[in-house]
């Protein structure tokens, strides 16, 4: 029998998953609820403790300059090794940010491989700008995500993919993803 999922977290108040300070909970509680999910296999915890052990050390160095870019590529640094080759995914409009990201990540001592979303030249149309039909190169998130599986690197970095491309990537890619960078396009049909 499945489970109705309530926003316990947010009607719950205590907190008690982080401070432990008021015993187990009997009700309203995912943990309680979900006790079977909640349980990690010791793989599982073990992948965990790796992300969390990255992490620390990120905020242990303090690393000076844009802090979420240090712990970006320090973190798939201690989390993948300096041997790891990191697939990078963008957005053609947002070719500069990845240019600064994929040289962060080569400082390193990491390589990248990039893939940009207008590859294949889809064709958008019937977009109108002032009611005058239109057509530009579509994105193709599918064909970016089958090329890095492809290549099989360890993960993705995502930057400057639209909201929507970026889920349709994840959907399809089988390496591990981190969404650095989302982008909102002001406007369709403009890089």
């Not at 109705?4 to 947010?10: I, K, Q, W, Y």
């Not at 309203?28 to 979900?34: K, Q």
């Not at 039909?133 to 995502?158: D, F, R, S, Y």
């Not at 929507?164 to 089988?174: P, Q, S, T, V």
Request: glycine share 8%; with cysteine; hydrophobic share 35%.
């Amino acid at each position: 029998m499945q489970k109705e999922h309530v926003n316990h977290c947010l009607t719950c108040r205590t907190k008690n998953c982080y401070h432990r300070k008021l015993g187990a909970k009997t009700s309203n509680c995912l943990e309680i609820d979900y006790a079977k999910e909640v349980r990690l296999e010791p793989s599982e915890a073990e992948l965990i403790n790796k992300a969390n052990s990255a992490t620390r050390k990120v905020f242990e160095r303090r690393t000076k300059g844009d802090f979420t870019l240090n712990w970006l590529k320090t973190f798939l640094r201690d989390f993948f090794g300096d041997q790891a080759t990191i697939g990078v995914a963008s957005c053609l409009g947002s070719i500069e940010t990845a240019r600064t990201v994929i040289e962060a990540i080569e400082s390193e001592g990491m390589k990248t491989t990039l893939v940009t979303c207008k590859l294949g030249g889809l064709t958008v149309k019937n977009i109108d700008k002032p009611g005058v039909p239109c057509e530009h190169p579509g994105c193709n998130p599918v064909a970016q995500a089958k090329i890095l599986n492809g290549l099989n690197v360890p993960v993705v970095v995502l930057v400057g993919l639209c909201i929507g491309h970026d889920m349709i990537f994840i959907k399809h890619c089988k390496s591990y993803v981190i969404p650095f960078i989302t982008k909102m396009p002001l406007t369709f049909g403009t890089l």
